[in-house]
């Protein structure tokens, strides 16, 4: 590495080492005009990331009070159940209370990051589990896994009923043609 290029910061071609004056910077602009540092962020972020503006625009506008923050859920911890056989895929009361809670403790933790009724995300976490439920084991005949994890399942329910949610409505021509939502 060239000795020249460490003193801008530079380790490798694309890559920045931020130093010290860069956060100190960052930190009075943001004590100083919120609204700018957030514009500054986001352009940094572009250029690292590549971050969609569409998606930015999304996240804001479903949770503009907590900046675009968004949560994808997944059971508690504490929720354990024991793996079912595969052909028991009915959506139960357990089910039901497990994508309940899960409403709850979001709300709680941080108001904003589940921005929907507790009725239309449980009702969206039970149509994505009976589509998971159709579907069979995924590299391995089904002779060789006979039972499921039903944690495992909810857990992936809960993500694609959150991302149906956040971005169906409003996603770009391109993704509606990846992501189809069923």
Not at 65 to 81: A, D, K, M, R, V
Not at 137 to 157: D, F, I, N, T
Request: with cysteine.
């Amino acid at each position: 590495m060239d000795p020249a290029r460490r003193d801008e910061g530079y380790t490798a071609p694309g890559i920045r080492v931020l130093h010290h004056a860069d956060g100190r910077a960052a930190l009075r602009l943001y004590s100083q005009d919120r609204q700018a540092f957030r514009r500054r962020l986001l352009v940094q972020l572009q250029e690292a990331y590549r971050t969609p503006g569409w998606l930015v625009d999304r996240l804001w506008q479903l949770n503009p009070t907590g900046q675009g923050e968004l949560l994808l859920p997944s059971p508690l911890p504490e929720w354990q159940p024991e793996s079912l056989p595969r052909g028991e895929a009915q959506w139960s009361p357990d089910l039901q209370d497990q994508a309940r809670c899960i409403w709850d403790r979001a709300r709680e933790a941080a108001p904003g990051v589940l921005p929907t009724a507790e009725s239309v995300w449980v009702d969206a976490v039970e149509k994505r589990w009976y589509r998971l439920a159709c579907l069979g084991p995924r590299g391995r005949p089904a002779k060789q896994a006979p039972r499921y994890s039903p944690r495992a399942r909810l857990a992936e329910a809960m993500r694609e009923a959150a991302l149906e949610l956040f971005l169906s409505a409003r996603a770009p021509i391109w993704m509606r043609r990846c992501y189809r939502p069923s």
